[in-house]
């Protein structure tokens, strides 16, 4: 869900500047999955560049205000969204844990790292929703512990029908600062890319493991 059309513009041009988001569909990336795609996007590419950290913290913070109100605590999952949950929970001046793919297997066998109550508040902080398991693997782990979810705010979404399917299942309300339609948008706005490429970029979004 995207609340604000020009925060989400916003928000994908920053990222095109920057370069944390790189559109190529001449010439494909390859995900760890094995899925060729046009896109490359590593939001963490933004914390090296105070404005832009600045613009997605000042944000997100206002977006889980709007939408969920203040929590009681803010949870970043490892590691893409840890720098981006701290500086969200400092802007909104709450605390701050983190959760692990997993626990660890030494020490105290952690996966989610910092203090945390039975019955607390908490809004998850992602970087980026392609599938979304990940992120609701976390979700997961801290409802385990015993918080109540609000919801996630992330950065951006590849808005795949995979990921929508799975956060409805597991009824987690998902807000976004942008997504990948906006990110067509603009990027044709800003002449990254030229309107023939929009349909084939479009594509990749619908059957993104069999794109060719």
Not at 80 to 103: K, N, T
Not at 116 to 143: C, F, P, R, Y
Not at 185 to 199: C, F, G, L, N, T
Request: charge should be positive.
């Amino acid at each position: 869900m995207i609340l604000h059309k020009d925060t989400a513009k916003k928000t994908a041009e920053l990222l095109l500047q920057i370069k944390a988001i790189k559109l190529n569909p001449a010439k494909p990336y390859i995900w760890a999955s094995g899925w060729k795609s046009p896109i490359y996007c590593d939001n963490r590419v933004a914390l090296s560049f105070p404005s832009v950290r600045v613009f997605l913290r000042s944000e997100i913070a206002r977006l889980i205000e709007t939408k969920f109100g203040k929590p009681d605590v803010i949870a970043g999952v490892a590691t893409g969204a840890i720098a981006i949950g701290v500086l969200v929970a400092e802007q909104l001046g709450l605390p701050f844990v983190y959760v692990r793919p997993e626990s660890k297997k030494h020490g105290r066998k952690n996966q989610i790292e910092g203090f945390l109550e039975k019955g607390q508040n908490v809004v998850v902080v992602e970087d980026l929703i392609s599938t979304g398991k990940s992120s609701l693997q976390a979700v997961a782990a801290l409802k385990e512990a015993g918080a109540v979810i609000k919801g996630m705010a992330a950065i951006f979404t590849y808005e795949f029908e995979v990921a929508k399917k799975n956060f409805k299942e597991d009824k987690i309300n998902l807000i976004t600062l942008s997504s990948y339609s906006y990110l067509l948008e603009q990027a044709v706005d800003s002449k990254y890319i030229s309107e023939k490429e929009v349909d084939l970029l479009a594509s990749w979004r619908e059957n993104p493991s069999e794109w060719k």
